[in-house]
């Protein structure tokens, strides 16, 4: 069957040939397991006060119910209990984060000891404050003399990523500014203490530390790879709502110095969302039906609406910033990932670097033997988990971007996995060692 037939007729998608049923809904085959673009709703009232426990039995349906963020949840934090034995890290807001707690809580995690939910919470709610602040787009200055680095995937490898914050990057400060380029979770079994260091860096210095979304930042991905199943173990599963919404309000690109265009994955897609059974066969006619005659601005995508569950028929542009791939031959194709996501071509990437006066990008997204490659023209992955799933056999890199003379000169810094606790890639995932009985 094809995905046109099924996928789309089903997700009532308004584009030729499939039928429309007005279902909302699109079923995606993927990794041998069902997976299910999620359209948002409204906050449902019940759920102002926090203390709904409510269950995620429904994920195979089409809506999703936002978790409404008000007094009412950091009241039921600040209630939450600190356990007596706790020998780590207090937290009493975003002025608590200094050097000494973050190095307290790097090898805090080192021993596997666990943050106190009541601070897990509160740090999210106070991150989540930070990026209701940011925009969609983010331009970060880079005078010249200075850097930047720029962090590719993590997913959740904890002992590969506190090697490369102690011995390849050093921690993020305003002269040493870190870009996070999406993928903190899943998959690894450590994405709950990975996401939380990442936090308290963006609280200890918020103008230094900027992230972007990638596609493991969205509830689509998290209850199949892993990172909803070790929150709910690690903690409860209404901190997973709390993580799902700070995930809506990260940023999906960032330029730099106006010349570097930053994003998880991609560029934007071809304007008439084709996707027809036949574009997978030959995606060489593909390129001649997928098209975009208009280039989108950077004005534009500042103006997007980012706070969503990505998916395609309501938040195309989102779904190319987080799910779309670099290919060799020109113009737009399908991906092999999943429906409605879509390839591009260096001609593509040209057009809309040229458009915007951007001289390259940085994405990251897909494993890369040596941690990062220039896998088109001007457009160059960086990957940072190494052995990635402890079978890629992968090295890590990361980008350091250097104002030179008003050239963001880049260098790339390649580091390799690091010994970890026998605790294997996936834990977490359904049907896995540490997944919940249910």
């Known amino acids: 069957s094809s995905f046109c037939s099924k996928g789309l007729a089903m997700a009532g998608m308004n584009r030729r040939p499939c039928a429309s049923l007005g ?20 906050p449902d009232p019940a759920r102002l006060a926090g203390h709904s426990q409510s269950s995620h039995r429904g994920r195979t349906h ?33 002025s608590s984060v200094n050097d000494a707690f973050v190095d307290h809580l790097l090898n805090m995690y080192k021993t596997q ?8 919470y509160l740090m999210a709610l106070d991150v989540l404050d930070l990026l209701k602040q940011e925009k969609t787009l983010q331009r970060v200055a880079v005078p010249p003399g200075s850097k930047i680095t720029v962090v590719g995937d993590l997913h959740g490898q904890y002992f590969d990523f506190v090697h490369m914050i102690e011995q390849v990057t050093g921690k993020p400060n305003p002269q040493n500014p870190i870009l996070f380029n999406g993928d903190f979770v899943d998959r690894g079994p450590w994405s709950v203490e990975v996401l939380l260091c990442l936090y308290a860096f963006k609280l200890q210095y918020p103008m230094a530390v900027h992230f972007n979304r990638g596609n493991h930042e969205s509830e689509m991905t998290n209850y199949q790879y892993g990172f909803a199943n070790e929150v709910k173990v690690k903690y409860e599963e209404k901190l997973m709502e709390l993580f799902s919404e700070t995930f809506r309000y990260l940023p999906l690109a960032t330029v730099l110095e106006n010349q570097v265009f930053v994003s998880h994955a991609g560029v934007p897609g071809p304007e008439e969302r084709l996707w027809e059974e036949w574009m997978q066969k030959a995606p060489d006619e593909a390129a001649g039906v997928l098209k975009r005659e208009k280039q989108i ?9 980012r706070v969503c569950e990505p998916n395609p028929m309501d938040f195309p542009l989102v779904i190319d910033f987080l799910w779309s ?18 390839t591009f071509g260096p001609d593509v990437a040209q057009r809309f670097l ?85």
């Not at 990794?31 to 409204?42: A, D, G, K, R």
């Not at 060799?328 to 996501?341: E, H, I, Q, W």
Request: net charge positive; charged share 15%; no cysteine.
């Open 297 to 305: 601005s950077l004005a534009e995508i500042e103006a997007t609406n």
């Open 23 to 42: 279902l909302g809904l699109l079923v995606v085959w993927f990794s041998s397991s069902v997976l299910t673009w999620l359209v948002p709703t409204s």
């Open 62 to 94: 089409s809506r999703v119910l936002r978790m409404a963020v008000g007094p009412e949840l950091r009241a039921y934090a600040q209630g939450l209990p600190v356990p007596p034995d706790y020998t780590g890290p207090p937290y009493a807001g975003p």
């Open 354 to 438: 040229q458009a915007n006066n951007l001289k390259y990008m940085l994405r990251s997204h897909e494993t890369k033997s040596a941690g990062w490659q220039e896998t088109i023209p001007n457009v160059i992955t960086v990957f940072s988990a190494p052995n990635y799933i402890d079978r890629a056999g992968n090295m890590a890199a990361v980008a350091v971007l250097t104002n030179q003379g008003g050239n963001l000169d880049k260098q790339f810094v390649q580091f390799q996995h690091q010994p970890h606790p026998d605790i294997e890639s996936g834990a977490y995932m359904k049907g896995k060692s540490l997944a919940p009985a249910s």
């Open 325 to 342: 791939d670099p290919k060799g031959a020109n113009g737009y194709g399908p991906s092999t990932r999943v429906p409605m996501v879509y």
């Open 113 to 120: 000891a666990k943050l106190p939910m009541k601070y897990a």
